[in-house]
C-alpha cells in the first residue's frame, strides 16, 4: 500500500467564532484506494507558500510505502521538524487504517488504556487561581501546572496558595516557560523549597542544557526541561551533565512519535522520568499523544494538556477527561475522526 496524495489545510483559532490567523496545519495522506491519515502540526510556513510546498513535498513523498514510517525521518524535504512530525502522524494514522488496527497496536500494544494528564492553569492572582485548583480538583484532577507569568513573587504566591488550599491532595507543577533569568530562578528556587513540587519546567530564559544543570545544584526543588529537548542526544545531554530529573517530550518539537519514543527510552535508561508535552492541538495530536503514552511505560506520570484543547477541536467526536484521565481511542488509526465542516468553517481567507 503505497502514498498516493497529499494536502494541507491552515486552520485558525476558534476563540472569535471567525477565521483569522492560521494556528495550525493539518496534514491529510491518502491511498489510491482512498484510506486516509491525518497529522497536525502548529504552522510555519506563510499562507502563500502552501501549494508550492505541497507540490514539492508530494514529489517525495508520493509512491512510498505506508510502512515506511522510518524512512521518513532520513527525508530533507520533511523539515522543520514540525512538518515531520505532521506528516509522521499522518502516515501512522494511515498505516492504522490500512491494517485496520488502533496506532497504539503498532507500537506495542496497550500498556495503559486511560492516560494521566496535567491541566495547565494560567496565574491570575492567587485567589482565583487557588478556586480554580479546588474546582479542578473537585472534578478529578490530580495534576496540575501553574503557567508561570513572569513576576516571580506572583508565581510564588500562586503556587503557596494552591497548596495552602488543597495540601497533599494534588500534585503540582510549575512551568516557567523560560521567563526568568538564572539569579531570578534560583531565587524563586529558594521560595518553592518547601511546596512539594514535582518540578519546576524551564526555569532559565536559555535553550541551552547546561544552565539548568547548574541551578539544579543550587537547589533541591526538581527540574524539567522541555524547550531544550529536541530530540534523543538532548535528553542524553540532560542526563549526562544531571540537568533535570524529567523531561518533556513534545511531538511537534522531536519531529515525531519515533523520536519521541526514542527520547523516552534514553530518560527511563538513565533513570529520568519522561512526560509527553502537547501543545494547542485541535484534537489529532492529543489522539497521537494518547496513543503513544499508552503504549510507552515510561510515560508513567501526568502528561501536559489544556482543558481548551479538548473543546476547541475539529473532532466528530470530542475526547473527555474523566477523573484526570483521557481513554485512548480504540478505533483504527488515531481513533478519531475530521469533521470537514468544523475544518472548513475554520479555515482563514487565502
Not at 542526563?239 to 527510552?265: H, K, M, N, S, T
Not at 481511542?329 to 469533521?339: K, N, R, T
Amino acid at each position: 500500500m503505497k502514498i498516493h496524495d497529499l494536502e494541507f489545510f491552515l486552520i485558525s483559532s476558534d476563540r472569535s467564532g471567525e477565521p483569522d490567523e492560521p494556528r495550525c496545519l493539518l496534514v491529510r495522506v491518502t491511498t489510491a484506494s482512498g484510506l486516509e491519515g491525518w497529522g497536525e502540526s502548529g504552522f510555519v510556513w506563510r499562507p502563500g507558500e502552501l501549494v508550492a510546498r505541497r507540490e514539492s513535498l508530494l514529489a517525495v513523498l508520493a509512491g512510498r510505502s505506508v510502512y515506511d514510517i522510518e524512512e521518513l525521518h532520513t527525508l530533507d524535504a520533511l523539515w522543520p521538524p514540525p512538518v515531520r512530525a505532521a506528516v509522521e502522524m499522518a502516515v501512522w494514522d494511515l498505516l492504522g487504517h490500512v491494517l485496520r488496527q488502533p496506532l497504539c497496536n503498532l507500537l506495542g500494544g496497550y500498556y495503559r488504556r486511560r492516560i494521566p494528564v496535567s491541566v495547565r492553569l494560567a496565574g491570575c492572582n492567587s485567589k482565583t487561581v487557588a478556586n480554580v485548583s479546588r474546582e479542578l480538583a473537585e472534578q478529578g484532577f490530580h495534576t496540575l501546572t501553574v503557567v508561570a507569568d513572569g513576576r516571580p513573587d506572583d508565581d510564588l504566591q500562586n503556587i503557596k496558595a494552591i497548596r495552602e488550599l488543597l495540601g497533599e491532595r494534588i500534585t503540582l507543577r510549575l512551568d516557567g516557560q523560560g521567563l526568568f533569568d538564572a539569579e531570578t530562578a534560583r531565587d524563586l528556587c529558594a521560595g518553592l523549597e518547601h511546596e512539594g513540587l514535582q518540578f519546576f519546567l524551564d526555569p532559565i530564559k536559555t535553550k541551552e542544557i547546561h544552565p539548568a544543570a547548574v541551578l539544579g545544584r543550587q537547589t533541591s526543588v526538581p527540574l524539567a526541561l522541555w524547550r531544550a529537548i529536541c530530540g534523543p542526544d538532548d535528553v542524553f545531554c540532560a542526563a549526562r551533565c544531571g540537568a533535570a530529573p524529567f523531561v518533556a517530550i513534545d511531538l511537534e518539537q522531536v519531529g515525531g512519535i519515533v523520536p519521541a519514543r526514542a527520547c523516552a527510552a534514553v530518560a527511563a535508561a538513565a533513570g529520568m522520568v519522561p512526560v509527553l508535552g502537547c501543545r494547542a492541538s485541535l484534537g489529532i495530536a492529543t489522539a497521537a499523544m494518547l496513543h503513544l503514552a499508552a503504549a510507552t511505560p515510561a510515560f508513567s506520570t501526568g502528561n501536559e494538556i489544556a482543558p481548551r484543547q479538548l473543546r476547541d477541536t475539529v473532532l466528530a467526536d470530542s475526547l473527555e477527561i474523566v477523573e484526570g484521565m483521557i481513554s485512548v481511542p480504540e478505533s483504527p488509526g488515531l481513533g478519531v475522526e475530521v469533521d470537514r465542516a468544523k475544518l472548513e468553517r475554520r479555515q482563514p481567507p487565502m
